[in-house]
């Protein structure tokens, strides 16, 4: 079936660094990406998507590509600040509709200044 | 402003003792779903819902009932908890149900079963 694995972590960062958190999905037919971000004490909410290979969703400063050709959607920032310290989740929605999300199991993310 | 609600927020119960999470949506979305979140296995969907009176098993829906009598609303029934449903619960919505929305979640309800 369809499935997502993002890199484990938790991942610390020092202030404007560089970030990216690796996503590869397995799905039939052409799915949805998106990243999700929960900060702490909070639900999911939408960090950017894509709908069609080679789109490009951003959001923040966040940039990922759909990637059909490696099945990736990995996650980038040029300069992480302490607030955008959260546990981010990859997902996928599969072509046909009725059908759940598919999370990867989430990065956790710690930026200290 | 357009938000997805749920009650409680926390919750300790015990074994057998029947309890309703409610969720609540003000965006007029057909699509509502449930998940759990536990840790080192991400999200599953528990039940979800297309419109009203329709209701669909998720990945994980046994020990779990739900209703859908008004678009809005979408309460989580879980009729005699057990430990192994303490977790993190969150509702969402999205538009239509369409691989392309984007689902909009509540802020989550921790539940403690003893």
């Known amino acids: 079936g369809d499935s997502v694995t993002q890199m484990e972590g938790p991942v610390t960062l020092s202030e404007e660094a560089f970030l990216t958190i690796n996503c590869t999905y397995t799905a039939t037919g052409y799915p949805s990406l998106f990243w999700y971000v929960q900060y702490p004490g909070e639900g999911l909410q939408l960090l950017l998507k894509a709908t069609k290979a080679d789109d490009k969703g951003s959001n923040k400063g966040f940039e990922a590509t759909y990637r059909k050709e490696t099945t990736s959607f990995h996650l980038e920032k040029g300069s992480v600040q302490v607030s955008d310290s959260a546990v981010y989740f990859c997902?996928?929605?599969?072509?046909?509709?009725?059908?759940?999300?598919?999370f990867g199991k989430g990065t956790r993310l710690s930026v200290i200044a | 402003e357009a938000q997805v609600t749920q009650n409680p927020r926390y919750l300790i119960t015990v074994t057998g003792k029947k309890l309703t999470v409610t969720c609540s949506q003000n965006?007029?979305?057909?699509?509502m779903s449930w998940y759990r979140q536990d840790p080192g296995l991400g999200l599953r969907q528990i039940y979800y819902?297309?419109?009203?009176?329709?209701?669909d098993k998720g990945d994980v829906p046994e020990g779990y009932k739900v209703s859908r009598k008004e678009k809005r609303n979408f309460p989580l029934i879980l009729e005699s908890p057990s430990p192994n449903q303490t977790s993190l619960y969150f509702c969402?919505?999205?538009?239509?149900?369409?691989?392309?929305?984007?689902?909009?979640f509540g802020p989550g309800t921790r539940l403690t079963v003893l």
């Open positions: 969402a919505s999205s538009l239509v149900g369409h691989s392309r929305d984007t689902q909009y």
């Open positions: 997902a996928l929605s599969p072509t046909t509709g009725n059908t759940p999300l598919v």
């Open positions: 819902s297309m419109n009203v009176e329709v209701t």
């Open positions: 965006m007029n979305h057909e699509y």
